[in-house]
């Protein structure tokens, strides 16, 4: 076989594969919107919508070096995401004027605060208290033997109203720490998982707001991926549905609430996915597209490409700042975001 043929094979080979990730990019399009229980397989596209997005990237470069017109397929690819790559990869151009009424929030998976051999609580206040976290969010929340409930509250002190579920040992662990009075709050344990979530309405100059921390069913790729793939598809299947059946608890808590409201916590979930387009809905913003910079990558494994953890508020407020954190105290990132409060 000759070098001229050669090359044209390769090129061939190039040409299938860019064509082939056009067709997922377009099928990725639709997995936001379509429920797993109608069509599961589009899920395993938003999980791994990152890698899909890089490659459509790094088939433009090859195509444009190559100053070949083919590079049409991977600019459509790319054009029929936007809306969705906006909430991976983000880029800021002009910055919020700070506002008189400012709060701001922080959610963190902190993994059971287990990432070290020694206790990490210290290290994960003072990065609240560095950035002057008001709400903090926390998932997978226990007190360790180094650590109890009231030394853990203790180095949290700045926030010092709080509510705590972590009883149930079954149960994963969730709390919610405030700087301003919790008036009431209530914990929704997801059936059949020891996932959920918990919501407090808090006394804000002398408004309600309702913060609703989420806790969504795990993926499960890390802990099944080696018992061999077709273990691994069923139980990331079986969590798709999970999931989707959680989120929508979660949307529907949303619509019958009547303050103004922040979301956040882990959804376990890219913003492909339906999960992230039914909790965020029409009617919130997405603190990451709206103020994010970066890729925004929020779990650490997995390349750190994932963006897992999310903060959405409704219209009531406005996103002034926001950012992940680059902390190596757990599996997660921190996300942190100062809010305006126009009302």
């Given amino acids: 076989m000759g070098i001229k043929a050669v090359k044209f094979y390769f090129r061939g080979v190039f040409l299938m594969i860019s064509l082939a990730a056009l067709l997922l990019s377009i099928l990725l399009n639709k997995s936001c919107n379509t429920d797993p229980f109608e069509m599961l397989w589009l899920q395993y596209l938003a999980v791994f919508s990152p890698f ?33 790559i906006s909430a991976i990869f983000n880029i800021q151009f002009k910055s919020t004027p700070p506002s008189s009424n400012t709060i701001t929030v922080g959610s963190y998976n902190v993994n059971y605060f287990s990432n070290s051999q020694y206790s990490n609580v210290p290290e994960i206040a003072k990065t609240m208290v ?75 100059k002398g408004d309600t707001i309702r913060v609703i921390n989420n806790h969504l069913q795990t993926t499960g790729y890390y802990s099944s991926y080696r018992f061999g793939f077709k273990h691994l598809v069923k139980v990331m299947g079986e969590n798709f549905l999970t999931r989707s059946v959680q989120a929508k608890t979660i949307r529907q808590l949303i619509d019958t609430t009547a303050y103004p409201v922040i979301v956040m916590g882990d959804f376990n979930d890219t913003p492909n996915s339906f999960v992230y387009n039914t909790i965020k809905g029409d009617d919130l913003i997405d603190t990451f597209s709206e103020k994010g910079s970066g890729t925004g990558g929020t779990f650490r494994r997995t390349m750190g490409l ?32 100062v809010l305006g409060y126009k009302n």
């Fill in 52 to 84: 899909l997005i890089i490659l459509n990237i790094s088939i433009l470069i090859y195509w444009s070096y190559r100053k070949s017109l083919l590079l049409i397929i991977p600019l459509i690819a790319l054009a029929v995401n936007h809306k969705h």
């Fill in 130 to 204: 560095d950035n002057g976290v008001d709400i903090l969010a926390f998932q997978e929340f226990r007190p360790t033997d180094l650590y109890n409930l009231n030394e853990i509250k203790g180095e949290f002190y700045l926030t010092k109203h709080m509510s705590v579920y972590n009883e149930d040992k079954e149960v994963i662990g969730m709390a919610l720490f405030s700087r301003y009075p919790i008036i009431r709050s209530t914990k929704i344990n997801f059936e059949h998982t020891g996932n959920g979530a918990m919501w407090a309405d808090i006394l804000y």
């Fill in 306 to 337: 994932l963006r897992i953890d999310m903060i959405f508020h409704s219209p009531h407020f406005e996103t002034i700042k926001f950012k992940v954190g680059s902390e190596k105290l757990s599996d997660h990132r921190p996300v942190i975001a």
